[in-house]
C-alpha cells in the first residue's frame, strides 16, 4: 500500500468498511500471509 498516495489511502478507507479482521488479528491488521493450500502447475 502506498501510504503516501492520497488516492489510495482514501480507497483503502472506504474499503475497510467492508473488511472484517480475523478473530486472531493484532488490533488495526488487515492483510495477513497464509498457508498456500493450492498450486496450479504448467504442463
Not at 7 to 32: C, D, T
Request: charged share 30%; net charge negative; proline share 5%.
Amino acid at each position: 500500500m502506498d501510504a503516501n498516495n492520497p488516492k489510495v489511502q482514501e480507497w483503502e478507507e472506504l474499503m475497510w468498511k467492508f473488511q472484517q479482521a480475523l478473530p486472531f488479528a493484532k488490533s488495526g491488521e488487515k492483510w495477513m500471509l497464509m498457508e498456500k493450500i493450492f498450486e496450479l502447475k504448467s504442463l
